[in-house]
């Protein structure tokens, strides 16, 4: 039963951290790069030219690897953010 709670948990962080860097991606680009489509399967034929990233006629394409890791990425900027934000009283 752990297990599957600890499954499910990793789920919900994973898309958590997925949209988040979805968004981000999109909203730091200014529509430059964009994501890969979660439903097609253009990661897994084309993702052999880069984990995180890779270009499709001129433009950059985000992974679903690369999406997390700028979720993630997001989340850290918020959080030294907020820290800095309190040490400064």
């Known amino acids: 039963m752990t297990d599957f709670i600890v499954a499910a948990l990793w789920t919900v962080l994973e898309l958590i951290l997925l949209v988040t860097g979805r968004l981000a991606v999109r909203a730091l680009t200014l529509g430059r790069w964009r994501n890969a489509e979660l439903r097609r399967n253009e990661s897994r034929i084309l993702g052999a030219a880069g984990a995180l990233s890779f270009k499709v006629a001129g ?3 985000v992974t679903e690897t690369g999406q997390i890791v700028a979720g993630a990425l997001f989340y850290v900027a918020v ?3 907020v820290v800095l934000w309190v040490h400064s009283f």
Request: aromatic share 0%; charged share 15%; proline share 0%.
């Open 59 to 61: 433009q950059r394409v």
């Open 79 to 81: 959080v030294a953010g």
